[in-house]
């Protein structure tokens, strides 16, 4: 069922395939939002070039639709510079572990206080059918028609194995499910990366809604997300069976907690006297 | 007048740089006007590496080629410079067989075996700072007081072994009775009421940004910017910038691009390597119209290139750089008093066109110090003109007759939305072509008001020829007037910093010089190539040095008299 939410935004055209597990992932981050208690304006949602990356123009928020994989970076800055904004990067598979897996790595160090949303289909859509980071050995395409000879990447054993703040997965065809993910990862302190599983109705066959369903089932009481290893563990399953929820959670200081005394120190350079005291400080450094 | 030239050379890791800081430190200190330019190798330990050092009474702009003075931390130094010493000078330190020059003395000194009797090797950079001052005459009071200031903390025993240095080498010179005739004998000033500022272009650049209201800066270490990422990282607790180092230059770029959506002046550097990375970058800023500021210290290349070496092959690069076409500016200050001013200039004409702005440095600027009698600063940072006039919705990209659109930070009650994409006036993406092509006008657009923003070049007359250049050239053609202007010759100098887009009404401004030189540090001659774009004026005659290294004042006097 569809809830009305302060983040609908009415008068844009959604670009997606009818039936795209994208259309899941964003009513749920809509309400989400809203279940939060967030405003429209106190929001920015960064993201990428690829389907899923359109998702912040179908939402009432702030928007900042970058270069194909740079997201992050820009998400990062973003947070420094306003950490009372809520900043969410949200893109497909292709952008955030392809193009920009570089930047995943190093986020995760970081380990700014936002939140990685990434629609995982197992192919470029965009771009028609090609295999993607996480497509299954053996994908066929244009691109591979011999089949896809690489092996797909684990964002999350990637993730977990380096500590990164919030690792969880969930399902687009879940949106209760989904929504309660999105919540601890929103309201995680931390780098949050929720990998998303959202079959492609038009170029991927075999990860479908049903595919899926047979699958996918949620980590009990019996699973603690503190302990890295066992999430490490529980990482690698997949195949006849799916875990999905939250499977790491590794509190720490957040990098704006750690500048977060610079904010107060700037100087109003706009004031001449101030600008003075500043000069006259510096130049005496080089006499 | 005393003018004299020393060089100071040794493998990398002996301590070269520590001595030329020093020594230029002190005689700036002293009164005197320094001049010192750095040449080094991309290795940490060994290989050769040294710094060329002019000191005058008048103020210099540029490195000389003939030594009064050698200074040789290891003996390569001297197989490979010793005949650049000229009659009347000395050699001193690790000397060889070989015969120096003609009336050239030779004072072979163990400065490491006297270090190594005072108890450590690190004191030989002040046993041969000491011996340098005592040949050019210039007593140890300031030396001490730069040992106190700077060993204090390491406690008295190093201060007092490193004084002890200094002494030493002073009486190992005049020992051997080289101090007797003193280079800059007499001519000190010992009220040492004009001390002179001593600043680098990579300080200058980074103080420059800092003064400016910079709030983010992030960079790819990448040599010769690196110096501008240490100064601001300096400067980030005292003054609350964020600081980031990133993993490559496109993090860097975007993040600078985030920072400014977000709020801040935002800041990145690099040189042309990182700058490659950074071209789609670049196009993000000018499609999301937000400002930025980029720095690219050009070195020799293409590719890796060398490293450690002055270069100013980027000029038709950054103007061209990122796909399609936007408006930008480009600047390439003339030295670091200049270069202070560039960088306010640059954020504030970034901010108010909504544009990037590229800064070209290069590894000359970067390192080389200049002493100046005062440090001024005309600019001042303006503030951010945000405005909406609260009509619904918000339209970031609103089609203006100057291509200026209402600018907002997120966070108010307007929803901000920025795209890469091509975007309808609130941000939206489109493939409305012709909105498309309303949006490609209204930035181009900007064009023509950005160029009324732009300085017609610096100007010192001349009638048998006129030396034309940009950025850090500029010191260097100052120089070959006033030798050529000894000789007899009249040379103007028609000098740009101010690169993109190009003043208003050049074509009748240029015409008036006569017999124009253009003088570069690249293969082609990029800016006579603009020139002649945008002029239609021809600049056939070129001196372009693209060895890695810059132009000295005779070599380029030498070039310059032969094409009159």
């Known amino acids: ?287 | 007048m005393v003018d004299v030239t020393l060089k100071v050379g040794g493998a990398a890791g002996q301590g070269v740089q520590t001595v030329s800081e020093v020594l230029s430190l002190i005689l700036a200190r002293h009164g005197y006007y320094v001049f010192s330019i750095e040449d080094y190798q991309s290795r940490i330990r060994g290989g050769h590496t040294f710094t060329l050092l002019r000191v005058a009474e008048q103020w210099v702009s540029g490195g000389k080629g003939a030594l009064d003075i050698l200074v040789c931390l290891d003996e390569a130094t001297y197989h490979l410079h010793r005949g650049e010493v000229k009659a009347g000078g000395v050699i001193l330190g690790k000397t060889g067989n070989e015969a120096p020059g003609e009336d050239v003395r030779l004072l072979p000194l163990d400065f490491e075996g006297v270090a190594l009797r005072l108890g450590n090797r690190v004191f030989a950079n002040m046993v041969a700072t000491g011996a340098v001052l005592a040949i050019l005459g210039i007593g140890l009071e300031e030396a001490r007081e730069y040992v106190r200031e700077t060993f204090a903390r390491k406690g008295p025993e190093i201060v007092a072994k490193n004084e002890e240095a200094l002494e030493e080498g002073t009486r190992l010179v005049e020992a051997s009775g080289l101090s007797s005739s003193p280079f800059l004998g007499g001519h000190q000033n010992p009220s040492r009421v004009s001390r002179r500022y001593l600043i680098s272009g990579n300080e200058a650049l980074g103080l420059g940004a800092l003064l400016a209201g910079c709030t983010f800066y992030s960079a790819y270490p990448m040599t010769p910017s690196t110096g501008i990422l240490n100064f601001l990282a300096s400067r980030a607790e005292a003054y609350g910038l964020i600081v980031e180092q990133a993993e490559d230059e496109i993090a860097a770029i975007n993040m600078a691009i985030g920072a400014s959506y977000a709020g801040a002046r935002a800041m990145t550097g690099t040189s042309g390597g990182g700058f490659c990375l950074m071209c789609e970058g670049l196009g993000l800023a000018a499609m999301t119209e937000t400002p930025i500021v980029v720095i690219d210290a050009q070195r020799p290349g293409p590719s890796t290139g060398l490293p450690t070496r002055t270069a100013q092959g980027d000029l038709l690069f950054v103007l061209h750089a990122s796909h399609d076409e936007f408006p930008r500016f480009v600047f390439a200050p003339r030295d670091p008093q200049e270069a202070l001013n560039t960088v306010i200039r640059a954020f504030n004409l970034a901010e108010k066109y909504q544009v990037p702005a590229i800064i070209l440095s290069d590894q000359y600027l970067a390192d080389t110090r200049w002493s100046y009698d005062r440090l001024s600063c005309e600019e001042r940072p303006i503030r951010p003109s945000l405005s909406w006039d609260g009509a619904s919705p918000y339209r970031r990209y609103a089609l203006t007759p100057d291509g200026i659109s209402p600018r907002l930070f997120p966070g108010g009650e307007a929803l901000v939305v920025a795209d890469s994409d091509e975007h309808d006036e609130r941000g939206h993406l489109t493939e409305d072509l012709a909105l498309r092509k309303a949006m490609q006008e209204k930035r181009m657009r900007k064009l023509e008001v950005m160029r009324k923003e732009m300085r017609l070049p610096f100007v010192l007359e001349g009638k048998d020829a006129t030396l034309i250049g940009w950025g850090s050239t500029w010191g260097v053609l100052l120089e070959v007037r006033k030798a050529l202007g000894q000789k007899g010759k009249s040379i103007g100098v028609v000098h740009f910093s101010d690169l993109y887009p190009l003043p208003e009404g050049l074509r009748d401004f240029l015409k008036r010089f006569p017999n124009p030189v253009v003088v570069e540090q690249n293969f082609s001659g990029q800016l006579a190539t603009l020139l002649e774009q945008e002029t239609l004026l021809p600049f056939p005659k070129r001196i372009c040095r693209y060895d890695g290294l810059p132009f000295l004042v005779e070599e380029l006097v030498e070039q310059v008299a032969e094409v009159l």
């Not at chain 1, 969880?168 to 309660?180: S, V, Y």
């Not at chain 1, 907690?257 to 400080?281: D, I, S, Y």
Request: charged content about 20%; glycine content about 10%.
């Open chain 1, 1 to 287: 069922m569809t809830v009305a939410t302060l983040f609908d935004a009415h008068d844009v055209e959604i670009a997606w395939c009818p039936g795209c597990g994208n259309f899941g992932i964003l009513q749920a981050l809509k309400e989400t939002l809203d279940e939060l208690g967030y405003r429209p304006q106190d929001v920015v949602v960064v993201s990428g070039i690829g389907q899923a990356a359109k998702a912040p123009h179908y939402l009432r928020v702030n928007v900042f639709n970058g270069l194909h994989g740079r997201s992050i970076p820009v998400a990062f800055a973003i947070k420094a510079i306003r950490p009372e904004l809520l900043v969410i990067a949200e893109s497909g598979d292709g952008c955030m572990y392809g193009e920009g897996g570089n930047h995943l790595l190093h986020a995760i160090r970081r380990n700014p206080d936002i939140t990685v949303l990434v629609h995982n289909n197992q192919v470029y859509g965009l771009t028609k059918g090609q295999a993607s980071p996480t497509s299954g050995e053996g994908f066929r395409s244009k691109a591979q028609p011999w089949g896809n000879l690489s092996r797909p990447l684990n964002p999350l054993s990637l993730a977990i194995s380096q500590g990164a703040g919030l690792v969880a997965r969930a399902f687009a065809g879940d949106k209760e499910g989904l929504k309660g993910i999105l919540k601890e990862a929103l309201n995680f302190r931390g780098f949050a990366l929720v990998d998303i599983l959202q079959p492609c109705v038009t170029f991927n066959p075999v990860n479908t809604y049903a595919w899926y369903r047979e699958r996918v089932y949620y980590l009990g009481e019996d699973h603690n997300p503190e302990d890295q290893i066992a999430a490490f563990q529980k990482s690698l399953e997949w195949g006849d069976r799916i875990p999905l929820g939250v499977f790491y959670r590794n509190p720490q200081p957040t990098y704006e907690m750690k500048v977060e005394g610079r904010a107060k120190k700037r100087r109003n350079l706009f004031e001449e006297e101030e600008f003075q005291r500043v000069l006259q400080e510096e130049f005496a450094q080089f006499l």
